[in-house]
C-alpha cells in the first residue's frame, strides 16, 4: 500500500496519494488545483490515477478534482450531502471504495460543513486501519471551525453539536494507533489553534487535543464556537465555487498568459483594472506605479488577496522576472480567475518614468521618536485580534487588516499614520491600500512588532 501526504504550505493545506502497489490502481484525496503535480507523482511510481476523493465542498481553497478528472477521466468521490453540479458518485456512510488490496471506507462526519467526511484507509494484510484521513473534521491540535456554513441553513451551534457526534460515534471508537492525516496545519483559517505537526495518532490527539477532552455535548459547542476568528473574505465565494462545474486552472491561465506594456497597463488601470504588485514589501516601498496594490509572493499571498480584493476584480500581475506564471497560479488557487495579464518587464517598465512614487517606511527608533512629539502619528495595528494578546502599542489602534477597507471611517485622513503588523508584510499591503483610495501621509514599520519589540522590550500586554 501506498499513503502519501503532500503539504502546501503556502495554503496549510495537505492532500494525499493512495495506492495499491499490486493492481497500480490509485486515488487522489483533496488535490490542489494545480494538478499535473498528481499525474507526475502517480506516473514516477507506475501507478494509474483512477479516483478524487473530495472530503467536503471546500471554502478556503480550490481543489483539483475537476482538473485531474480532465487529464486522467479519474472518477470524482463526495459524500452524500454534498449539493454540487458536476458528475460525481455520492457515498454515504460506511461505503467502501477499492484498490485492489487497498480499501478506502468513507465516514460521514458533519460538523465542519454538513457534507464532512472522513476517509478510513486500511490493507486487510493488517488488523489495524493504516490511517485516517479527517480532512477538515478534525486537525492535529484542533477540530474544524463550525462557522463557515452560518446563514446557509444551520447555525455555527448546530453544526458544532453535530461534530461533537460525528467526533464520537464514529471517530474516536477507533484505535490509539490510528494514524490521522489531516486536511490542513497551523496557518490555516479553518480552526482556530491547529498545531505545525502534520500527522499525528488518534491516541496522542486524545490526550493533547483540546476539543476531545471529556466534555458534554453542549460544553463542546461553546468551546468549539469560541473565539473564531474572521474567515477571509473569499471563502464564501470559493466555496459557492467549488460547487460547479467550473473552467480549468489551465484555461485560466492560457488566458492571462499576456504581456502589457507598460501603457496598456495603465490603460487597463484607468478602466477599472487593480494593479497587483507582487514584490516585496522593501522593493514596493522604494517604487511603484501609483495606486497599485501590494501584496508579496514570499508570504500568504493568495490567502490575503482574496482577503483585501474582489474575486471581480479584473488583475494586471507585476512581478519578478520570471515569476508571473506563479502569481497567476497561486491565485487560481483559490478562485481568483481574473487575471487579465503581467506587465511585461516588471519594475523595470518604468524606469526612468516620473509617475513613479514611494512609501515611507520608518523604524523603531523613528517611531518612538514621533510618538514624543505634540501631535503623534496614529499607529494602525493590523494584526488580527488574538495576536494583541501578546503585547500592542499603548498608542495603537487596532483594525485588522481583513476588515480595513470596511472600517476607513475609524481611520482619519488629516493625521499622519504609521502602520504595523507582526513582521511588516501585513503592514505593507495596508499602506497600499491606503495609499490606493488617496491617504497621503501613511508610513510602514519597517519590521512590525517584533521590531519595536527589540527596540523597546515588551510592549503592554
Not at 430 to 459: F, K, N, T
Amino acid at each position: 500500500m501506498i499513503l502519501e501526504q503532500f503539504y502546501l504550505g503556502c495554503l496549510s493545506q495537505a492532500s494525499y496519494l493512495i495506492g495499491d502497489a499490486g493492481t497500480k490502481r490509485a486515488a487522489v484525496v483533496d488535490p490542489r488545483r494545480d494538478a499535473e503535480f498528481y499525474v507526475e507523482e502517480a506516473k514516477a511510481r507506475g501507478l494509474e490515477l483512477c479516483h478524487v476523493f473530495l472530503t467536503h465542498v471546500h471554502a478556503d481553497y480550490v481543489p483539483g478534482h475537476l482538473e485531474l478528472r480532465e487529464l486522467t477521466g479519474a472518477t470524482i468521490h463526495l459524500g452524500a450531502a454534498a449539493q454540487v453540479d458536476f458528475p460525481h458518485e455520492s457515498h454515504s456512510h460506511g461505503d467502501e471504495i477499492r484498490l485492489g488490496d487497498v480499501v478506502i471506507q468513507v465516514l460521514e462526519t458533519p460538523g465542519h460543513t454538513p457534507d464532512s467526511t472522513c476517509l478510513l484507509v486500511s490493507d486487510p494484510t493488517s488488523p489495524e486501519p493504516a490511517g485516517l484521513l479527517t480532512g477538515d473534521t478534525l486537525f492535529i491540535g484542533d477540530v474544524g471551525r463550525p462557522d463557515l456554513m452560518a446563514g446557509a441553513g444551520h447555525s455555527p451551534q448546530e453544526l458544532a453539536g453535530w461534530m461533537y457526534d460525528s467526533l464520537h460515534e464514529k471517530i474516536l471508537p477507533l484505535p490509539d494507533e490510528t494514524i490521522v492525516y489531516p486536511g490542513h496545519g497551523a496557518g490555516s483559517a479553518c480552526g482556530k489553534s491547529l498545531s505545525t505537526e502534520t500527522v499525528s495518532t488518534l491516541g496522542e490527539q486524545r490526550r493533547s487535543n483540546y476539543a476531545l477532552q471529556p466534555m458534554s455535548r453542549e460544553q463542546f459547542v461553546q468551546s468549539v464556537t469560541a473565539e473564531q476568528g474572521m474567515p477571509p473574505a473569499y471563502f464564501s465565494f470559493a466555496a459557492s465555487l467549488n460547487r460547479k462545474n467550473r473552467e480549468t486552472l489551465s484555461e485560466v491561465l492560457d488566458r492571462a498568459n499576456r504581456s502589457l506594456s507598460l501603457s496598456d497597463a495603465l490603460q487597463q488601470q484607468a478602466q477599472g483594472a487593480a494593479l497587483l504588485d507582487t514584490r516585496t514589501a522593501d522593493e514596493f516601498a522604494k517604487g511603484h506605479l501609483p495606486g497599485a496594490l501590494n501584496v508579496g509572493l514570499e508570504g500568504r499571498y493568495a490567502s490575503w488577496v482574496g482577503s483585501v480584493v474582489s474575486p471581480e476584480q479584473r488583475l494586471v500581475v507585476i512581478a519578478p522576472a520570471g515569476r508571473e506564471r506563479e502569481a497567476t497560479l497561486r491565485l487560481g488557487r483559490i478562485g481568483f480567475d481574473r487575471v487579465i495579464g503581467f506587465l511585461e518587464g516588471g519594475a523595470d517598465a518604468w524606469k526612468g518614468s516620473d509617475s513613479v512614487v514611494a512609501t515611507e517606511r520608518v523604524d523603531a527608533e523613528t517611531l518612538q521618536q514621533e510618538l514624543r512629539q505634540p501631535s503623534p502619528p496614529l499607529v494602525l495595528d493590523v494584526r488580527n485580534p488574538g495576536e494583541r494578546l501578546s503585547g500592542f502599542l499603548d498608542e495603537s489602534k487596532s483594525v485588522p487588516l481583513g476588515v480595513l477597507m470596511s472600517r476607513l471611517d475609524e481611520v482619519p485622513r488629516d493625521r499622519r499614520i504609521v502602520i504595523h503588523c507582526a513582521t511588516g508584510y501585513r503592514s505593507m499591503v495596508a499602506a497600499s491600500l491606503l495609499e490606493r483610495v488617496g491617504y497621503d501621509d501613511v508610513a510602514d514599520l519597517v519590521g512590525g512588532m517584533e521590531a519595536w519589540m527589540a527596540q523597546r522590550g515588551a510592549p503592554t500586554a
